[in-house]
T-cell receptor, first 113, second 113 residues
Framework: AQSVTQLGSHVSVSEGALVLLRCNYS??????LFWYVQYPNQGLQLLLK??????LVKGINGFEAEFKKSETSFHLTKPSAHMSDAAEYFC???????????FGKGTSLLVTP | NAGVTQTPKFRVLKTGQSMTLLCAQD?????MYWYRQDPGMGLRLIHY???????AKGEVPDGYNVSRLKKQNFLLGLESAAPSQTSVYFC????????????FGNGTRLTVT
């Protein structure tokens, strides 16, 4: 079954520093991968997705992620953190049934001044 | 541009009581889902539907029932609430295909005492 593992339940960065949130996947078939962001008391919003084609995927708010098949990874990065980036981030993979997504446990990003 | 709307936003139940959570989407999506979110657990799939009149079990279906009588609505029922069902419940919808992202509502926070 498809699954994702997010390394680090909490990540803290300084404003202006690089953001790196790690996600590794397990899949027996070519995966479709997603990153979502959740702000307090809100639902999840799609940041970006990888389906096929270009392995470097650009998303909203300056985030991007690179699909690396050899490392089974799909890490999320942003060159310069902003205070407004503080949120919970979830990596997700499509289920082999074709319906729904399997989510990681989430990484809480804290941005300090 | 309502997207996915969940009602109610908050609810407190006593053990043994029943309730229904309503989800409505206006994007003409075929697929709809119910997830629960618990601290440190990420999102876990309760039930899902791939079309009007169809439902299927997800990872954690026990204690819940669902119905999809109309394409735009997906109801989640708790027949006899238990404290273990204290959680935040999210409804989502998507188009057909594994590369279709999920669109989420803002959640229902349920407390069972």
């Amino acid at each position: 079954a498809q699954s994702v593992t997010q390394l680090g339940s909490h990540v803290s960065v300084s404003e202006g520093a690089l953001v790196l949130l790690r996600c590794n996947y397990s899949s027996s078939v070519p995966p479709y991968l997603f990153w979502y962001v959740q702000y307090p008391n809100q639902g999840l919003q799609l940041l970006l997705k990888y389906t096929t084609g270009a392995t470097l995927v650009k998303g909203i708010n300056g985030f991007e992620a690179e699909f690396k098949k050899s490392e089974t990874s799909f890490h999320l990065t942003k060159p310069s953190a902003h205070m407004s980036d503080a949120a919970e981030y979830f990596c997700a993979v499509s289920r082999d049934s074709g319906y729904a997504l399997n989510f990681g446990k989430g990484t809480s990003l804290l941005v300090t001044p | 541009n309502a997207g996915v709307t969940q009602t109610p936003k908050f609810r407190v139940l006593k053990t043994g009581q029943s309730m229904t959570l309503l989800c409505a989407q206006d994007m003409n999506h075929e697929y709809m889902y119910w997830y629960r979110q618990d601290p440190g657990m990420g999102l876990r799939l309760i039930h899902y539907s791939v079309g009007e009149g169809t439902t299927a079990k997800g990872e954690v279906p026990d204690g819940y029932n669902v119905s999809r009588l109309k394409k735009q609505n997906f109801l989640l029922g708790l027949e006899s609430a238990a404290p273990s069902q204290t959680s935040v419940y999210f409804c989502a919808s998507s188009g057909v295909g594994q590369n279709s992202p999920l669109h989420f509502g803002n959640g229902t926070r349920l407390t069972v005492t």
